[in-house]
């Protein structure tokens, strides 16, 4: 069975920093593309960002490109999201899924809030 958990959000400021993880169980984490997705309240699920199974291309939204970077850690089965420069538009829960474009989430994904 597939798993995907999600951890790292919490409470930051305009301009502020956090690193989200997601840890994937259940499937070869190796040989999967993944992504990240959010969704902000009252809105629909909006795909982030996404890598490649070698780690080596990596695709972003345009609203986040230049401050956020994924990243994936194969031996820990880890998928990571670092976000810089965080505006209060940021502000949703955050999904990891599979696929480079994946927005389906799997997992009860984790809080990210950009309030002053």
């Known amino acids: 069975e597939v798993q995907l958990v999600e951890s790292g959000g919490g409470l930051v400021q305009p301009g502020g920093s956090l690193r989200l993880s997601c840890v994937a169980s259940?499937?070869?984490?190796?040989?999967?593309?993944m992504s990240w997705a959010r969704q902000a309240p009252g809105k629909g699920l909006e795909w982030v960002s996404g890598i490649n199974l070698s780690g080596v291309s990596t695709y972003y939204a345009d609203s986040v490109k230049g401050r956020f970077t994924i990243s994936r850690d194969d031996g820990k089965n880890t998928l990571y999201l670092q976000m810089n420069s965080l505006k209060i538009e940021d502000t949703a829960v955050y999904y990891c899924a599979l696929g480079r474009y994946g927005v389906t989430p799997r997992g009860q994904g984790t809080q990210v809030t950009v309030s002053s």
């Open positions: 259940g499937f070869m984490f190796g040989r999967t593309d």
